[in-house]
T-cell receptor, first 111, second 113 residues
Framework: QKEVEQNSGPLSVPEGAIASLNCTYSDRGSQSFFWYRQYSGKSPELIMFIYSNGDKEDGRFTAQLNKASQYVSLLIRDSQPSDSATYLCAVGPQAGTALIFGKGTTLSVSS | DADVTQTPRNRITKTGKRIMLECSQT?????MYWYRQDPGLGLRLIYY???????NKGEISDGYSVSRQAQAKFSLSLESAIPNQTALYFC????????????FGPGTRLLVL
């Protein structure tokens, strides 16, 4: 069974620090990788996606993908209290199937 | 207006009742999905549809059925609701293959008594 694993947390960081969120996946043929943010009681919203090995930066967010290690991460620089949320990793298997979501990591940023 | 809408937003029902949750989208996407979310269990896929004539079971389809009435509409039915179907339900859409980013509706909070 294809799986996406995340540490449930909570991950606690002080304001201004770098938060590092990690995700591993089991299907070596996976082709697309996504990070979503979800505030309590709200719907998931896309932060960024990555398709190729390496880093992809968008503002304070950097996604890192290592397909050989089946590992994807999200770095949040200069963390703010408003970043406190649950972060969901999602992986796109081979063509023709739906995304597989991890259970999420809860991030708490203290001021 | 929101691109993906869900109705109702909140629903309380009794065990054994049949209920329908509706999802509509204006994004023009072919692909639509239904998920439920429970604390500690993450998002679990119930059903998904890649076009009007395509319906696929997800991880937890038992006790649920769906109808894809049009490209823009995808409904989820609970034939005979039970208390462990109490959850937050999300509809999502995505463009065809190669653009798998999913966009979520605001969710429906369902309580089965």
């Amino acid at each position: 069974q294809k799986e996406v694993e995340q540490n449930s947390g909570p991950l606690s960081v002080p304001e201004g620090a770098i938060a590092s969120l990690n995700c591993t996946y089991s299907d070596r043929g996976s082709q697309s990788f996504f990070w979503y943010r979800q505030y309590s009681g709200k719907s998931p919203e896309l932060i960024m996606f990555i398709y190729s090995n390496g880093d992809k930066e968008d503002g304070r967010f950097t996604a890192q993908l290592n397909k050989a290690s089946q590992y994807v991460s999200l770095l949040i620089r200069d963390s703010q209290p408003s970043d406190s949320a649950t972060y969901l990793c999602a992986v796109g298997p081979q063509a023709g199937t739906a995304l597989i979501f991890g259970k999420g990591t809860t991030l708490s940023v203290s001021s | 207006d929101a691109d993906v809408t869900q109705t109702p937003r909140n629903r309380i029902t009794k065990t054994g009742k049949r209920i329908m949750l509706e999802c509509s989208q204006t994004k023009g996407h072919d692909r639509m999905y239904w998920y439920r979310q429970d604390p500690g269990l993450g998002l679990r896929l119930i059903y998904y549809s890649f076009d009007v004539k395509d319906i696929n079971k997800g991880e937890i389809s038992d006790g649920y059925s769906v109808s894809r009435q049009a490209q823009a509409k995808f409904s989820l039915s609970l034939e005979s609701a039970i208390p462990n179907q109490t959850a937050l339900y999300f509809c999502a859409t995505s463009a065809p293959e190669g653009q798998e980013t999913q966009y979520f509706g605001p969710g429906t909070r369902l309580l089965v008594l």
